[in-house]
C-alpha cells in the first residue's frame, strides 16, 4: 500500500501551520496578492527559484510498452522492481527497441562490451530516460555506456585508484583514517553505475575486469566485528558495498546491532543509492523500512547516531515517489545525507546543480558532499577538470543556508581522503596536474589528480602524447609545489 498524500506538494506548504496530532489535510494560506511584497524578495519570485518543489508526478513507465498497464501501486512493488530490473543487452532491446532508435543501440552493445562495469538498470530508472534523445539524457549517461562517446583513458588512470585493498586489514573492511572504517559488506548494487569508483569489486565480470569478490558473509562480518572492537579509535563506520538496499532486513539488523554493540562506536551510517534508483522499496519493503527504523531508534536510545548515505546526481533521478519515500524516512527520525559525483553532461552545470541540492533540502535530503569524479578507467568522458568543480563551488555557495551547502572535494587518488578542492597546493590547466597533501592521513605523502585529457590545451595533449614525458610532467609540478622531498603516493 502506498502512502497517499492530500497536502499538494508547492509552495503553499509555506504557510502551514504545525498543530498537534495528524498532519492537517487542507492547508489555510493568506491570498500573496493581498500582501505587499518588500523589495528584498521581490527578486527571487520574479526568477523560477520554486522549481524545485515540483515532483513529476505523472505515470512515466507508461512509455516502456511493456509496462504500459501497470497501475502505480504495481510498479512500486519492491518486488517487481528487483526482478525486472534490466541485466543484459537482449533485456534492454526488450523492452525499448521499440521506442528507440536502433543504431543508438547498437551503439550501446558496443559500449556495454568496452564498459568495465555490467549494466543493471531498475524498472524506475530505466523509465526515466528519454528514449527519444538518449545520448544526452543524465540518467542514460549514468547507466548505459555508448562507444561513440567513449574518450581513450588518461595515462594515470588506474582501477582502483582509492587504494583501498591496499589499506583493508580485514577483508572488505578499509582503515585509512584513525576514527573512522569503510565496511564493505558485499558486491552487489540495485543498479550499477558506470563510474563506480570500485568498479574493482562491484558487479560480475566484464570483458576488460575481472572483479576482486566482496561477498556477503556472516564469517567475514564477524572478522570485521572483531577488528572494529579491538581498535578503541574506531567512533565512524561506514556501512557500504556494493550498496546495502541489497541486504534483507535480518542482516540490516544484525549489522546495526553488532556494530552499535561496540561501546566505541558512535555513528554508523548505511550508505545506499536505493533512495535515488529504487525509492519505491522504501514505500512498499515494510520489513526493509521498518528494520532501518529499529536501528536507528536502538541507535538514539544509545545516544549514538545511525543515518543514511545517498547517492543522488541529477533532478532526473526524482519523482514524488522519491519524495513520498523521502518523507517516509524523515518521519520515521532517520537522517539521510546525499554525496553526489561530479559527472559532465550530468550535473556540471550550476543551474543543475543548485536545483539538486535544493531539491535534495526541500526533502530533508541534506547535501553533504560533491565529488571530483574519482580516475576509474574506462568512463573518461564522464570526468571534469579540477577548474570545473572548483567554478561551481563558487557559483553554488551562497544559494543555500550553510549546513545545506555540500563540500565540494577531491578524493585524491592513492588513499590520501578528501580534500577541500580548493586546497591544492599546486594546479597547472595546461597539464592538468593538481598537488593535493593530507597530513592527518600522511604527512610525508603528495597526492595528483590528472584532469582529462580533453580538457587540456594544445600544448598540455601533445605533452602527455609522449610516454617519455610523462614523469618530467609531475616532477615538473612537484617542484613548482615546493613539495619534491615528499614522497608521491599513487
Ligand atoms: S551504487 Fe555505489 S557501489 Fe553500486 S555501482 Fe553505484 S557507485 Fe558503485
Same mark, same amino acid.
Given at each position: 500500500m502506498l502512502v497517499s498524500y492530500t497536502e499538494k506538494n508547492t509552495a503553499t506548504e509555506l504557510g502551514s501551520a504545525v498543530t498537534d496530532g495528524e498532519p492537517p489535510s487542507s492547508i489555510a494560506v493568506a491570498d500573496p496578492s493581498a500582501v505587499d511584497e518588500p523589495p528584498s524578495t521581490a527578486r527571487v519570485a520574479a526568477t523560477d527559484a520554486h522549481s524545485h518543489r515540483v515532483f513529476r508526478n505523472d505515470e512515466f513507465w507508461k512509455t516502456i510498452p511493456s509496462w504500459s498497464d501497470l497501475s502505480t501501486e504495481q510498479f512500486s512493488d519492491w518486488k517487481f522492481q528487483v526482478r525486472n530490473s534490466v541485466t543484459d543487452f537482449a533485456g534492454l532491446v526488450h523492452l525499448v527497441g521499440g521506442i528507440t532508435d536502433g543504431a543508438f543501440l547498437e551503439d550501446v552493445r558496443q559500449g556495454i562490451l568496452a564498459a568495465p562495469m555490467v549494466i543493471r538498470l531498475s524498472p524506475y530508472i530505466l523509465s526515466l530516460i528519454d528514449w527519444e534523445n538518449p545520448y544526452d539524457d543524465p540518467v542514460r549517461i549514468q547507466f548505459l555506456p555508448v562507444l561513440s562517446r567513449k574518450e581513450p583513458d588518461h $595515462?594515470? &588512470?588506474? &582501477? %582502483?585508484s582509492l587504494q583501498e585493498r591496499r589499506d583493508s586489514p580485514v577483508h572488505g573492511l578499509v582503515h585509512r583514517y584513525p576514527g573512522k572504517v569503510l565496511f564493505l559488506t558485499l558486491d552487489v548494487c540495485p543498479v550499477y553505475c558506470r563510474f563506480c569508483t570500485r568498479s574493482y569489486a562491484i558487479g560480475q565480470n566484464t570483458g576488460s575486469v575481472e572483479k576482486a569478490t566482496i561477498k556477503a558473509s556472516v564469517d567475514r562480518w564477524n572478522r570485521a566485528f572483531a577488528y572494529i572492537a579491538s581498535?578503541? %579509535?574506531?567512533e565512524d563506520v561506514v556501512i557500504s558495498g556494493g550498496d546495502t538496499y541489497m541486504l534483507p532486513p535480518v542482516q540490516i539488523r544484525f549489522i546495526g546491532q553488532s556494530l552499535l554493540a561496540i561501546p566505541h562506536v558512535r555513528r554508523i551510517r548505511y550508505a545506499t543509492k536505493g533512495i535515488a534508483v529504487m525509492p519505491t522499496k522504501i514505500l512498499t519493503h515494510h520489513e526493509w523500512r521498518e528494520a532501518i527504523f529499529h536501528v536507528t531508534e536502538l541507535g538514539r536510545k544509545m545516544s549514538k547516531e545511525v543515518c543514511i548515505h545517498t547517492h543522488f546526481n541529477s533532478t532526473n533521478e526524482i519523482t514524488d515517489l522519491t519524495r513520498q519515500a523521502a518523507d517516509l524516512l524523515f518521519q520515521g527520525g532517520v537522517k539521510v545525507r546525499n554525496q553526489s559525483v561530479l559527472i559532465r553532461g550530468v550535473n556540471d552545470d550550476p543551474a543543475r546543480l543548485v536545483k539538486l541540492i535544493s531539491q535534495l533540502a526541500w526533502m530533508n535530503i541534506q547535501p553533504y558532499y560533491v565529488y571530483q569524479h574519482d580516475m576509474v578507467k574506462g568512463v573518461e568522458e564522464l570526468r571534469t577538470t579540477v577548474a570545473t568543480n572548483q567554478e561551481l563551488e563558487r557559483r553554488v555557495?551562497?544559494?543555500?543556508?550553510g549546513f545545506n551547502t555540500p563540500l565540494f572535494v577531491n578524493d585524491v587518488p592513492g588513499g590520501g581522503g578528501k580534500r577541500d578542492v580548493h586546497s591544492h597546493d599546486w594546479y597547472d590547466r595546461s597539464t592538468g596536474v593538481s598537488i593535493y597533501r593530507s597530513p592527518a592521513v600522511d604527512s610525508d605523502a603528495v597526492y595528483c589528480y590528472f584532469d582529462p585529457l580533453s580538457r587540456l590545451d594544445e600544448i598540455g595533449r601533445e605533452r602527455w602524447s609522449? $610516454? #617519455? #614525458?610523462h614523469g618530467r610532467i609531475i616532477a615538473e609540478a612537484l617542484e613548482n609545489a615546493g613539495l619534491s622531498h615528499l614522497r608521491l603516493t599513487m
Open positions: $595515462p594515470m &588512470l588506474r &582501477l %582502483d581498535h578503541p %579509535d574506531v555557495r551562497g544559494s543555500l543556508a609522449r $610516454p #617519455e #614525458e
